[in-house]
């Protein structure tokens, strides 16, 4: 089967593959905008989690093809490759409609019922509520959906287990992972989620495409033609050749501009407060179900269908992308202090207001002190040495200084209000504070 697609051009998918794409679980993924309430503002913004997971396995094949290009005749090692190109594909598949702000109103671990070899460790809070990736690893590993999965596990040799042991990295099993000695496992894991994923690789491309913006541009052929494989003590981690240092750094500015110029839009931003505020006031007209193949019709058009029918006023307020007035928003600590005096004030009157918050790091896996969180795979630097088949490695964060520079969170916080329902004394006081008087 071949796909057109508007951001890579023909996807080839494997016939075996076929059942997977068609099942309803992944079905569903057509129904879910990419970037939720963001078509509100950027009207192009309507693409699909359906099409991005597809084109995240087609990056992850390009990838796969690259740092194994001398071992695709070996068998254990096609097997990797398509436990791989499933683990892309399929990461998105438990994604709630609309947005994130959606799994507040999920179940619990234990509600869910998400086999305990699942569980990132058997000692796992089941109280906790669930997020979206449980309810990736529940479809993967205990529902309908297996059934879709025979004719690649016939073919490949491969389980479901493993696909989801990628996802949330971490595996009991590394034999799987392990052909020839080496084990893979911390490589592919990198490729499925790190500062250098190809889920990341895709949405930049994809979604700036969509939006009609160019901020997330960067050169995805080079990084791809320079990843290598670091192996150390028969560990593989996912490496990149220096001379790709320079193009990474445009990759890492490249999404944190997406953030600060799409992801962050207050439009966007506020709509999904107020959808965390319908939650809150109407704590009985939509919860996501524990029962995972209920899960398959709550899409963005049933949350929508749920929201048009709702007396709530911020259901409607939704639906008419109706947000209150935004009225200050900070970018540094000065701007926040006097934001906090903003909010007191409108506490103190009792108006009712919106604070948003939105924040971001250049990569999650780099502390403020650039050191890198020793729980996660560490990205190398890989050089070749000179008259020499030895390779030389260095952990990303010193071959380049971005990490350092953006360690800390960058925060854009928003105060919105019904400005026009205030009354003179009130639109003063906060014209004041607003202006620092």
Request: proline share 3%; with cysteine.
């Amino acid at each position: 089967m071949e796909i057109r697609d508007p951001v890579h051009g023909s996807i080839h998918i494997l016939k075996e593959e076929i059942p997977i794409i068609r099942a309803d679980f992944f079905q569903r993924l057509r129904n879910i905008k990419q970037l939720g309430f963001s078509e509100y503002v950027f009207p192009g913004a309507t693409h699909t989690r359906f099409i991005h997971s597809i084109g995240v396995m087609h990056i992850g094949t390009q990838a796969f093809d690259r740092l194994f290009r001398d071992k695709l005749d070996n068998k254990d090692i096609l097997r990797l490759k398509e436990t791989f190109k499933l683990a892309c594909l399929l990461h998105d598949i438990g994604h709630a409609p609309l947005s994130h702000s959606t799994e507040s109103v999920m179940p619990t671990i234990k509600e869910l019922d998400i086999p305990k070899q699942f569980l990132a460790n058997e000692n796992a809070d089941l109280s906790r509520q669930a997020t979206h990736e449980d309810y990736t690893i529940k479809a993967i590993a205990d529902s309908s959906f297996a059934d879709s999965f025979l004719l690649v596990e016939k073919k490949f040799g491969l389980e479901r287990k493993y696909i989801a042991d990628l996802i949330h990295g971490q595996t009991n099993e590394p034999e799987y992972f392990t052909v020839n000695g080496i084990n893979y496992f911390g490589l592919l894991h990198q490729l499925v989620s790190s500062e250098l994923d190809c889920d990341r690789m895709d949405y930049l491309l994809r979604d700036s495409y969509f939006c009609g913006v160019s901020y997330g541009s960067y050169d995805l052929d080079w990084l791809l033609d320079n990843l290598q494989p670091a192996i150390i003590d028969n560990q593989a981690s996912l490496g990149i050749s220096e001379r790709a240092v320079v193009t990474f750094d445009d990759f890492l500015l490249s999404r944190y501009h997406m953030f600060v110029m799409v992801y962050f839009h207050y439009r966007a931003v506020c709509l999904e407060q107020l959808l965390m505020n319908y939650f809150q006031t109407a704590p009985n007209e939509y919860k996501i179900p524990a029962c995972i193949e209920e899960y398959i019709e709550h899409d963005d058009h049933f949350l929508m269908k749920v929201l048009r029918n709702s007396d709530n006023k911020y259901a409607k307020a939704i639906i008419k992308n109706k947000i209150p007035d935004k009225i200050y928003e900070s970018f540094n600590q000065n701007q926040h202090a006097r934001l906090s005096d903003i909010r007191d004030y409108l506490n103190k009157e009792g108006i009712e207001f919106i604070h948003s918050s939105s924040t971001g790091r250049l990569s999650k896996y780099y502390t403020s002190d650039s050191s890198y969180n020793k729980s996660q795979y560490t990205m190398k630097v890989v050089r070749n040495l000179h008259n020499s088949m030895k390779k030389e490695y260095s952990d990303i964060n010193k071959a380049t200084d971005l990490f350092h520079k953006f360690s800390n969170s960058h925060a854009v916080n928003r105060l919105h209000c019904n400005y026009d329902e205030l009354n003179d004394d009130q639109k003063r006081e906060l014209i004041r504070l607003i202006n620092n008087n």
